[in-house]
C-alpha cells in the first residue's frame, strides 16, 4: 500500500480502535451481567415502566430544545448571514460563546439571577423543571443552528437568488429560494442539537430533570452496576444511531458539506436601511436575554471579597488539570483530524468514514464515558485507567470530527493542482505534505487546535464520569462544589471558565481573520 | 425614449474600476451584442441594468423611468419586468423544470391554470415539455440552458439579457442554441442584450455590436 493510501487508513483505524473498541466493550458488559451471557440487564431496567417514562420524557426534552433552538436560530442566521446589518462577526462570536462554555455554567447562571425574594424568583420552580431544562438546552445548543445555517446561508449561490429576484421580491426570493436551498444543513443542526441534548448529563443533575443519560451515570456512580449502567446507556446509542441514519438519508452525501465555516461577505439579501438599528437593538437584545444575563449573574456574584482567591484555592489544581487535558486531546484530535481531512480530500478514505467521527461527536459523552470503563479497568490496563490518559483518550474519540472539519475547510483552499504538481516532480507524500499543504494552511490547523481546545475544555459528560484517581478535571471539582460550596466561589469558578472561552474565542476569531486576509 | 438606458455610469469594486462613464441605449425589440476581451465590463452592464447591482455615478432607466442613480436603486430587480440568462445558468437545483418557470409567474400572481398553461406552451417552445418534472441536474447542458431561456421568457419580458449563455458548449450546440435564441427573439419581439466576448457570435445574434476596450477596466 502506497504511503499517502496508508497513513490517512492508519490515522482512522487508530481512532476507530480508541472510539469504537468502548462501546463495543459496553455492550459485552451488558450482555454479560455476573460474568453469564445474557439479558438479565436489560430486563431488570426495561422491566420497570419508569424507564420507558423517562426514555419517553428523555426524547420529548431533546425534541423541544432542538425546537426552540430552531425557532431561534433560523431567523438569527438569516440576521446574520444575509442581511448589511454592522458587527455581524461580533454578534456571531457573542451568539456562539454559550457553546464554548458547559451548559452547566449557564444553568447555574440562571439559578443564580431567580434567587428567592427576587421578582425573577417567581421563575425558579420552572428554571428546576423539564421546562428550565429545555430554555437552557435550547440557548446553550442555539449557536449550532445558527453555525451550520449561516455557513449554509453565506455560501448559498448568489446567481440563485438574483434570478430570483428579477421576477419575485425579496421576502419570497427567501421563502422560495434561499431557505430552500439550506434546509439539509438547517434539517442537520437539528439533528445534531438533539442528540447533544439527549446526551447532556450537568444540567440535567443540576436542574434535578429525570434523564436517561443520568440513568446510565447513576447506575455506575450510586450503585457501582456496571451492567445496568451499560444497559442504560444502550438505548442513547440506538437514538443517536437512528439520528443519524435519518442525517444520512437526508441526501447528504458527506459530512464535509456541513462543516461550519466562516461567514463571508458578498452582496446581502436583505438591506435594512432605516430599520437597522430596531433589528440591531433587537438582536442585541435577545442575546442579553438568552446569555448575557445568566453570564452577567456570575459576574456580579463572583464580585464578593476573596472569592477568586478562595476559587483559585478550591479549584485551582482542577482549571490547571482540565488545562492540561484539553490542551493534550485537541493535538491528538488535530493530529488524526487532519490526517482523516487529507486522506478524504484525496480519496484515500471512503467518504463513510467522515461520517462515524460526527456520530462520535453526538453520542453521549456519559455512554462513551461507561464504555471506556468498561473497556480499560482491567488490572493488564491499569495504565490507562489510572492515569489522565482515559479521559484523553475518550476526548479524541469525541471530538475528532472537529479536528477533521476545520482541516477539510483549509485544505478545500488549497487547489489540488499544487500538490499535483509536486508528485509529477516525484516528491514523495509526505516530503509534499511537510512542504506545501502543511505551510499552507498552518493558519487552520491553529485554528482547528483552538476548537477542539475549546470543546475539550467544556465537555461534561465525559470528564464526570472518566478521570483518573486524584486527577478531578474542573467539571468534576464545580459539581462537588455545587452541592455545598459558597455560591460567590462557584460563580467565581464559572467566571474564570468564562474568561478562557473569550481568551480563546478571541484567539480563534484572529486566527480566522488571518486566514481569510 | 429607450427601453433600456445607461446613462455615463461609473461602477467601481473596492479599488478597480469595473465600469467607467459607460452609456447605452436600447430600443424596443432590438438586438444589442457587447462585445470585449474579459474584464472590461460587459457582465457588470448587464448587473446594472437588472437592478443587481446599483451604480456609483450615472443613471440607469428603465422604459424612461429612473431605476437606479448615483448609487441609489429606485427601482428593485423585480419591478423592471427583465429577463436574464446568467452565465452558470443558475436553475434552482431544488425545484423541477416546471418549478423554474412556475416561481416567477407564482410571484406575479398568475392564478394556477394560467401558469399551468403558459408554462406548458413555453416548454413547448423550447421542446422540453417531456421533461417538466425533471430536475436540472438530469438534464444535457443544451437541455439546462433552454430551461434558462425558458424561464427567463415566460414571464413575458420586454428586454432579455443574456450573459455569456453559450459560452460553455460545444461549437455544434453553441450554433444550434443561437438560431434557437434568434427564432425566440424574432417570435416573441423582446429586445435582447447579449454579452459576448466571440465576435462571430455577436455578428450572427445582433444588429448593433457594442464594442467595450479593455482599457475599461
Known amino acids: 500500500m502506497k504511503t499517502r493510501t496508508a497513513i490517512p487508513r492508519g490515522a482512522f483505524a487508530l481512532w476507530a480502535a480508541v472510539a469504537v473498541m468502548p462501546l463495543l466493550a459496553m455492550l459485552w458488559k451488558s450482555l454479560t451481567p455476573g460474568g453469564k451471557l445474557g439479558l438479565g440487564a436489560y430486563s431488570t431496567i426495561f422491566s420497570e415502566p419508569r424507564a420507558w417514562t423517562l426514555l419517553g420524557g428523555t426524547i420529548l426534552l431533546a425534541a423541544l430544545t432542538a425546537l426552540i433552538s430552531g425557532l431561534l436560530g433560523l431567523p438569527l442566521s438569516v440576521l446574520l448571514a444575509r442581511t448589511d446589518l454592522p458587527g455581524r462577526g461580533i454578534l456571531l462570536a457573542a451568539f456562539v460563546l454559550p457553546l464554548l462554555m458547559p451548559p452547566v455554567i449557564l444553568a447555574y447562571g440562571w439559578s443564580e439571577l431567580v434567587v428567592y425574594g427576587t421578582v425573577l424568583g417567581v421563575a425558579r420552580p420552572i428554571l428546576f423543571g423539564p421546562a428550565g431544562f429545555v430554555l437552557v438546552m435550547g440557548m446553550a445548543l442555539m449557536p449550532v443552528v445558527v453555525l451550520f445555517t449561516a455557513t449554509a446561508l453565506s455560501k448559498t449561490e448568489r446567481r440563485l437568488e438574483e434570478a430570483g429576484l428579477l421576477c419575485a421580491g425579496r421576502w419570497k426570493v427567501l421563502r422560495g429560494i434561499t431557505l430552500p436551498l439550506v434546509l439539509r444543513p438547517y434539517g442537520a443542526s437539528l439533528l445534531l442539537v438533539f442528540c447533544l441534548a439527549i446526551g447532556e448529563a450537568g444540567v440535567p443533575i443540576f436542574l434535578r430533570v429525570p434523564v436517561f443519560s443520568v440513568e446510565s451515570m447513576t447506575q455506575f456512580a450510586a450503585f457501582y452496576d456496571f451492567g445496568a449502567a451499560a444497559a442504560a446507556a444502550l438505548p442513547l446509542l440506538i437514538i443517536t444511531g437512528a439520528a443519524f441514519a435519518g442525517l444520512a438519508a437526508s441526501g447528504i452525501r458527506e459530512v464535509g458539506a456541513l462543516k461550519p465555516a466562516s461567514l463571508t461577505g458578498g452582496e446581502p439579501l436583505f438591506r435594512m436601511g432605516s430599520s437597522r438599528s430596531w433589528f440591531l437593538g433587537g438582536l442585541w437584545g435577545l442575546w442579553l436575554v438568552t446569555a448575557g444575563l445568566p453570564m452577567g449573574a456570575l459576574l456580579v456574584q463572583s464580585l464578593e471579597p476573596s472569592a477568586y482567591k478562595e476559587a483559585l484555592a478550591l479549584a485551582g489544581g482542577s482549571y490547571l488539570r482540565s488545562l492540561a487535558y484539553a490542551a493534550m486531546g485537541a493535538t491528538l484530535v488535530l493530529v488524526l483530524g487532519f490526517l482523516v481531512a487529507h486522506g478524504l480530500a484525496w480519496r484515500s478514505l471512503p467518504r463513510w468514514s467522515g461520517w462515524l467521527p460526527l456520530l462520535l461527536f453526538a453520542l453521549p459523552g456519559p455512554v462513551l464515558g461507561v464504555g471506556l470503563i468498561a473497556l480499560w479497568n482491567r488490572p493488564s490496563t491499569s495504565w490507562v485507567y489510572g492515569t489522565p490518559a482515559i479521559l484523553v483518550l475518550g476526548l479524541l474519540a469525541q471530538y475528532l470530527v472537529l479536528g477533521m472539519w476545520v482541516s477539510q475547510a483549509s485544505l478545500a483552499q488549497v487547489p489540488r493542482s499544487l500538490e499535483e504538481a509536486a508528485a509529477v516532480s516525484g516528491i514523495r507524500w509526505g516530503v509534499r505534505l511537510r512542504g506545501i499543504s502543511l505551510p499552507l494552511v498552518r493558519r487552520g490547523l491553529l485554528a482547528a487546535w483552538l476548537v477542539a481546545f475549546l470543546f475539550c475544555m467544556r465537555d461534561t459528560g465525559l470528564a464526570m464520569v472518566v478521570y483518573p484517581p486524584g486527577g478531578d478535571p474542573l467539571p468534576a471539582r464545580l459539581f462537588t462544589l455545587m452541592a455545598n460550596g459558597r455560591p460567590a466561589v462557584i460563580s467565581a469558578i464559572c467566571v474564570l471558565v468564562l474568561a478562557l472561552s473569550l481568551i480563546f474565542l478571541a484567539a480563534l476569531a484572529m486566527t480566522l481573520k488571518g486566514r481569510h486576509s | ?217
Not at chain 2, 44 to 60: F, I
Not at chain 2, 105 to 117: I, S, T, Y
Open chain 2, 1 to 217: 425614449m429607450s427601453l433600456l438606458s445607461l446613462k455615463s455610469v461609473t461602477k467601481h469594486y473596492g479599488a478597480r474600476t469595473a465600469l467607467q462613464d459607460f452609456s447605452l441605449d436600447i430600443e424596443e425589440g432590438e438586438r444589442v451584442a457587447l462585445l470585449g476581451p474579459s474584464g472590461c465590463g460587459k457582465t457588470t452592464a448587464l448587473r446594472l441594468l437588472a437592478g443587481l447591482e446599483t451604480p456609483d455615478r450615472g443613471r440607469v432607466e428603465i422604459g424612461g423611468r429612473l431605476a437606479a442613480e448615483d448609487g441609489r436603486l429606485v427601482m428593485e430587480p423585480e419591478d423592471r419586468k427583465l429577463g436574464m440568462v446568467f452565465q452558470d445558468l443558475a436553475l434552482w437545483p431544488h425545484m423541477t423544470v416546471a418549478g423554474n418557470l412556475e416561481f416567477g409567474l407564482k410571484a406575479r400572481g398568475v392564478p394556477k391554470d394560467r401558469r399551468q398553461e403558459q408554462i406548458h406552451a413555453m416548454l413547448e417552445k423550447v421542446e422540453l415539455l417531456e421533461y417538466a418534472q425533471s430536475r436540472p441536474s438530469d438534464l444535457s447542458g443544451g437541455q439546462q440552458q433552454r430551461v434558462a431561456l425558458a424561464r427567463a421568457l415566460v414571464l413575458g419580458p420586454k428586454a432579455l439579457l443574456m450573459d455569456e449563455p453559450l459560452s460553455s458548449l460545444d461549437a455544434a450546440l453553441n450554433l444550434r442554441l443561437r438560431e434557437e435564441i434568434l427564432a425566440l427573439q424574432r417570435a416573441l419581439g423582446f429586445a435582447l442584450l447579449y454579452v459576448t466576448h466571440d465576435a462571430d457570435e455577436a455578428r450572427a445574434i445582433a444588429d448593433r455590436i457594442v464594442r467595450m476596450g479593455e482599457d475599461i477596466g
